[in-house]
């Protein structure tokens, strides 16, 4: 028995040893590397495509977007994903035409607190910004907006994309070059008139109604004639040289308007601003331009002063050289029924004088309105304050040309 039962045995053990020779491994499956950013439990919970479990990273067939915009068709929205694959949050981005070369272009856009892309006006960083209701784009330039109050054109800084307010220069393309003036509280583009008192004295300008742009010299507006200075674009009040005509012309002294026929306003003021010293001045003459109703003072062609004047009507006043030959306080013309003050003779009973005056010595305000057309009846008329500066400082012997 016992004989038997160690025979038996022996090849039991042998083929279980064997079993333990050639019986194969078990198999394990082949683990995938972490991928970068991500923890191995992250990576666990990663799905195929979309947002992995924390909602921290996004997945397209199985990779984490990085550098790339995307879409979540659940939240209707558009995010970024960073480098690291961080989800971009209250900041802003630039997303490249081409993912793979930058130099090639693209836009800027920003994301919120909620990390989606705005759309939109957005307020931030103490300026109002403004991002395509479609692409998200960041606005630059001149841009058409609409708001609770309407329609209105504003300007995004070319290179900040902030909203513009007050005066700003604009020059990023020929289209948009020049002073353009914004809304201080809203932004909106200002068209027209407007007063800027930023400079010194202050200053009345204009802004094309079509483009914004501030406007420059000799311009018709409303059916009459302003001259805005070549520089400054100040509007243009009294005398002024308007280099279009080769002329001088009076602009009103309030609306700084010109038309023909217009009616002085201000006939008892200066023509222009202050009056200059005719002392030692070797070529001192008078030009009487019957054309342009202007009276000019010069030192040779050099113009000192300009004058409105009214010469006569019909073309009665005489045409040719003269010199002056004297002076009065005052004249009266029965005949006439008018008279005048401070008066200079150049040529017989012609004079210059002042707005005709009445019977009893008062300045009649209807004959003021005409200067600047002719109105006289030979004589140059000229304001009050100018027919006594040319009283009080024109010497006898000065020439005077009419023409």
């Known amino acids: 028995m016992l004989s038997r039962n160690r025979t038996f045995a022996f090849p039991c053990a042998l083929a279980f040893a064997l079993a333990l020779v050639v019986a194969p491994p078990p198999a394990f499956a082949e683990q ?21 479990a924390t909602k921290e990273h996004w997945y397209e067939d199985g990779e984490m977007a990085r550098d790339h915009a995307f879409y979540d068709p659940d939240s209707d929205a558009w995010y970024w994903a960073d480098a ?35 759309k939109g006006e957005d307020y931030r960083y103490d300026a109002w910004y403004y991002f395509d209701p479609i692409t998200g784009e960041m606005a630059k330039g001149i841009t058409l907006i609409e708001d609770s109050a309407g ?19 604009v020059n990023y393309d020929a289209e948009h070059t020049g ?12 068209h027209g008139f407007a007063y800027l008192d930023g400079d010194p004295s202050g200053k009345w300008v204009y802004y094309d109604q079509a483009t914004g742009i501030m406007a420059y010299g000799l311009q018709l507006i409303d059916d009459a004639w302003y001259y805005l200075d070549p520089v400054t674009g100040a509007v243009s009040y009294g005398m002024t040289y308007v280099p279009t005509w080769d002329t001088w012309r009076y602009f009103d002294k309030v609306s700084g308007r010109w ?21 030692g001045r070797a070529n001192l003459n008078v030009h009487v331009d019957i054309a342009n109703q202007v009276v000019l003072v010069r030192d040779g062609t050099e113009v000192l002063y300009a004058m409105v004047c009214s010469s006569g009507i019909n073309d009665c006043t005489p045409r040719g050289t003269y010199s002056v030959t004297g002076r009065g306080y005052s004249f009266y013309n029965r005949r006439e029924a008018m008279g005048g003050r401070y008066y200079v003779q150049f040529y017989g009973d ?8 009445d019977a009893a010595g008062n300045y009649m305000p209807a004959e003021g309105e005409k200067l ?5 009846h030979g004589c140059v008329r000229l304001t009050v304050s100018d027919a006594k500066w040319l009283y009080d400082n024109l010497p006898n012997g000065t ?3 009419i023409e």
């Open 179 to 190: 002073w353009y003036l914004f809304d201080r509280y809203t932004g909106a583009m200002v």
């Open 32 to 52: 995938e590397p972490v991928q970068p950013g991500t923890t191995e439990s992250e990576q666990d919970s990663a799905p195929r495509d979309g947002w992995d």
């Open 259 to 279: 038309y023909e026929g217009m009616p002085m306003g201000d006939w008892q003021g200066a023509s222009g601003g202050a009056y200059p010293s005719l002392s």
């Open 84 to 118: 690291d694959g961080s989800i971009a949050c209250d900041k802003d981005v630039f997303i490249p035409v081409d993912e793979s070369d930058r130099d090639k272009g693209g836009k800027w856009v920003r994301f919120d607190e909620n990390r989606a892309m705005v």
């Open 372 to 376: 600047g057309q002719p109105a006289s």
């Open 350 to 357: 012609y004079l210059f004088h002042s707005v005709p005056t």
């Open 399 to 401: 020439r005077v040309t």
């Open 151 to 169: 329609p209105k054109w504003v300007y995004y800084d070319w290179t900040t994309g902030k909203m513009a307010h007050g005066e700003a220069f």
